[in-house]
């Protein structure tokens, strides 16, 4: 494989997908920061927070009493972004170290909390960039990941070129190192780099084409459907097919999207 590519990119497509999903799945990460009791004083690491959807209520929270939040963020456009974002006097304890997270050192014994969402699941080489991050933790300092368990996903009517296109993704995710079901295999994997898992809580979202999450789930799969097309056994043919079966769905006052499992997976080290 070539240098890691991060294949949804900083488009201003992107962009705008990104804060349309932020607002369908907010309550989920605020939750998660909520039952952890992320508060001020704590010294906290976001990976790959894009377009800081989750990193600046982070940062909020976080604020006062020493509070601290760092931020790795590979992408120069989102970096830039973030700094523009924080350069106020409320966010004087952001930093954003630009790079990808394995070039990035961080100081050892040195996070309460490192948070990631949507993130793993691009990486190759996972175990190597939890243990650069469990490297990074206090003892006794939290890791949290929220990421997919992707084969709950589902839809109704039963589209018969959706499992071509659910192989074909995965195939794209593949093509980088990258695993849409990685969330499954997070807790194995936090054992083997001295974390011990304390909890796993699973979310999914149901609705129909009048739902948030089914337009989620189009912004992605209709929005990205020439980049899948490129993966077997995709062809131009089936994904054209795809895209009409997709939009005939829509108006079938039964249709349901069921969506892809995301598991919060926390360790303690
Ligand atoms: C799907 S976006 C999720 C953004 C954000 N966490 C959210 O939930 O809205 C994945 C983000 O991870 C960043 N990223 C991917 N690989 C990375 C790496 N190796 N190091 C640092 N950032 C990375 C991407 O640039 C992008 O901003």
């Keep these: 494989m070539a240098k890691y590519e991060y294949i949804l990119g900083d488009s201003s497509y992107e962009v705008k997908r990104l804060a349309f ?3 369908v799945w907010r309550d989920m990460t605020e939750g998660l920061f909520d039952r952890l009791k992320v508060g001020p004083g704590w010294k906290c690491l976001e990976v790959g927070p894009g377009t800081g959807t989750t990193m600046l209520p982070l940062a909020r929270r976080v604020r006062g009493k020493g509070g601290r939040l760092d931020a790795v963020e590979r992408s120069p456009r989102y970096a830039e972004y973030l700094r523009r ?3 106020g006097k409320p966010y004087a304890h952001v ?3 630009e790079g990808e997270l394995l070039d990035v050192s961080l100081e050892r014994n040195a996070y309460d909390f490192i ?3 949507w993130v793993f699941l691009f990486l190759p080489k996972v175990e190597e960039h939890l243990r650069h991050l469990a490297r990074a933790l206090k003892p006794g300092g939290l890791l949290a990941i929220e990421d997919y368990h992707r084969d709950p996903m589902a839809i109704y009517p039963r589209l018969p070129t959706w499992p071509l296109l659910v192989t074909a993704d995965r195939a794209w995710f593949a093509s980088q190192g990258g695993d849409l079901n990685i969330a499954g295999r997070l807790p194995k994997l936090f054992r083997r780099v001295g974390l011990k898992t304390i909890e796993i ?4 979202k149901v609705g129909s084409p009048k739902t948030d999450v089914w337009r989620w789930a189009e912004a992605y799969f209709i929005g990205y459907l020439d980049q899948i097309a490129k993966f077997k056994p995709f062809t131009p043919k089936t994904a054209a097919r795809f895209k009409r079966e997709w939009l005939a769905a829509k108006r079938d006052p039964d249709a349901l999207f069921i969506s892809p ?3 919060d997976v926390v360790g303690r080290k």
């Design 85 to 87: 974002k924080t350069r």
């Design 261 to 263: 499992m995301i598991l």
């Design 21 to 23: 999903q932020a607002g």
């Design 201 to 204: 809580t699973p979310h999914t």
């Design 115 to 117: 948070f990631a969402r």
């Design 95 to 97: 930093r954003i170290l």
